[in-house]
C-alpha cells in the first residue's frame, strides 16, 4: 500500500472515530431515580409541624403514580417517607406497608426500616 491510500484510510478513520465520539456524548444517560416532588415533600415535611401530612400523601401518592405510569423507580427513601407520613396521620398499617416496600426495593435500607418498624410495635 502506498503512503497516499494509508493517509487516506487514517483520516477516514479519525473521521469515523470522531463521528462516534460526538454522538455518544449527545446521547442524554437515562436516570436511574425520578423523583417527582418527593424533594419538596421533605423540605415542606420538615419545616412544618406536620399538620397537613394528608395533604404530603396525596402529593406523594401521586408522585408515585406518575412515576410508575412511566416506567420508572422511585428513590431511595420515597417510601420510608411516605411511611412516616402515614405515621403523622395515624395510619400505622399502611406505614408498615410502606416500610417494607422501601426494605424490599432497597435492601441496604434494612436496618433502618427494621428499627422503625421495632418502634412502632413499643
Request: proline share 6%.
Amino acid at each position: 500500500m502506498n503512503t497516499k491510500k494509508i493517509k487516506q484510510y487514517s483520516g477516514m478513520l479519525a473521521l469515523l472515530a470522531g463521528t462516534a465520539v460526538l454522538s455518544a456524548c449527545g446521547t442524554a444517560p437515562q436516570t436511574l431515580y425520578q423523583w417527582e416532588g418527593y424533594q419538596p415533600q421533605v423540605y415542606s415535611y420538615l419545616k412544618s409541624d406536620g399538620a397537613d401530612a394528608q395533604k404530603q400523601i396525596d402529593a406523594m401518592e401521586l408522585g408515585l403514580q406518575k412515576i410508575e405510569a412511566k416506567g420508572n423507580m422511585p428513590p431511595p427513601g420515597y417510601h420510608a417517607h411516605l411511611g412516616l407520613l402515614y405515621a403523622s396521620a395515624g395510619k400505622p398499617d399502611q406505614m408498615v406497608q410502606e416500610l417494607q416496600t422501601e426494605k424490599k426495593l432497597f435492601p441496604e435500607s434494612a436496618a433502618y426500616m427494621d428499627f422503625l418498624l421495632a418502634k412502632l410495635k413499643k
